[in-house]
């Protein structure tokens, strides 16, 4: 096939970034809630894998349909021309989920959806009996929305926020898609400095440091789909060809980071080095009230403890005036937090500019926002 239906799934919230992330790759994007739909070929495949820091997957979707009987979900998954996508060998589990649909029994329809596949590529490659699925993994997916069907198959494999590069992490870490939607929600710039105050693990100024300098998110992994028999290694050749290109690591960058817990701090080190940029961040163990700066126009951003990391509620509030205390001393900074305590601004002092809902898993949160007056613009000498 030379065009594909292609899907990148987000995480709620996010999908506007994925959506821009996807045009900026030259394709066509319609956002829908947790997912962007564009079409595209197999370097595309390539090429969304590599470089979407914020999607959580990018789906090739084999077939759409309404469906409202196990016969209907049957006869329409079988008319779907399996044997382009699927090898003879073919390992092909097949996940689901249904939602407000008639046919609400999701083992029933991974069956169903299933049998349907091995009768299609039973007949197409004239074998009788169960097929062996001894090959590449070829992971699917149906899944019911009010009576529509669509089934995809996954090209990732492992989520894409999985970049490689975490030696370990702390106990609630965020992830790494959600810290790069955080960076790329703000107005921080390369030429600008950048500063995480509660930094945990590393993954925020690692995921600042790797867009600062245009690497691919995805450079140093693997994909499901490069295993495949139809996806050539020279079209995964030639994708990581264009990044290493378009990479720009002599872009200098001012990146800061520091946590209270010098045991994470060690780790966030170790999580830089293992990303390639042990020496462009500069990591320090420190109580947030002890950061100052002489810089101007920098960025801030935190993932400070909260919900399910939020054992002593009135600690939090501390540390959230600790930030207003040091905000105030530091003007043309602007200041991102991510935070699920709905108080948050009356603990900063200060109401923010602009507020957005996120999801961090399945918990709701908020980014507050503080924007600094723009950096004035260095004149030119005649």
Not at 110 to 118: G, L, N, P, R, T
Not at 173 to 192: C, I
């Amino acid at each position: 096939m030379d065009k594909f239906q292609l899907v990148a799934t987000a995480a709620s919230g996010l999908e506007a970034i994925v959506g821009k992330e996807v045009r900026r790759l030259g394709y066509e994007a319609k956002v829908d809630n947790g997912k962007v739909y564009f079409e595209g070929d197999k370097l595309a495949i390539a090429r969304t894998n590599l470089w979407l820091r914020v999607a959580d997957r990018v789906k090739i979707v084999v077939g759409r349909f309404n469906a409202t009987t196990f016969d209907e979900l049957f006869e329409k998954t079988k008319a779907l021309p399996w044997e382009n996508f699927l090898p003879l060998d073919a390992n092909f589990p097949v996940a689901g989920k249904s939602v407000k649909s008639t046919l609400y029994s999701v083992p029933d329809c991974q069956a169903i959806v299933k049998k349907a596949v091995v009768n299609r590529l039973s007949d197409k490659y004239r074998r009788s009996g169960r097929l062996m699925e001894t090959g590449a993994l070829f992971k699917l997916e149906v899944a019911l929305l009010k009576d529509e069907v669509t089934i995809t198959l996954d090209t990732s494999g492992a989520g894409l926020h999985k970049r490689g590069y975490r030696t370990a992490q702390g106990a609630a870490p965020l992830k790494e898609t959600m810290a790069a939607a955080l960076v790329l929600l703000t107005n921080w710039h390369p030429d600008r400095p950048f500063y995480d105050p509660v930094c945990g693990s590393g993954t925020i100024p690692i995921e600042a440091a790797l867009i600062g300098q245009n690497i691919a998110p995805g450079f140093n992994r693997t994909f499901a789909s490069e295993k495949w028999d139809w996806m050539p290694a020279s079209i995964w050749e030639k994708a990581r060809s264009e990044a290493e290109e378009l990479a720009n690591y002599d872009q200098p960058l001012h990146i800061a980071a520091s946590d209270i817990d010098h045991r994470l701090v060690e780790i966030a080190k170790q999580n830089a080095i293992e990303a390639g940029l042990g020496d462009l961040i500069h990591f320090k163990q420190m109580q947030l009230k002890d950061f100052h700066t002489e810089d101007e126009y920098g960025v801030m951003v935190a993932n400070p403890p909260y919900g399910e990391r939020l054992e002593d509620e009135e600690a939090v509030r501390e540390l959230y005036e600790e930030m207003g205390q040091i905000f105030a001393t530091i003007p043309t900074w602007s200041f991102y937090v991510l935070t699920s305590l709905e108080t948050f601004e009356e603990a900063f002092g200060k109401k923010a500019t602009k507020k957005r809902k996120l999801y961090n898993g399945y918990l709701r949160t908020d980014l507050y926002q503080y924007w600094g007056p723009r950096p004035k613009r260095m004149e030119t000498e005649e």
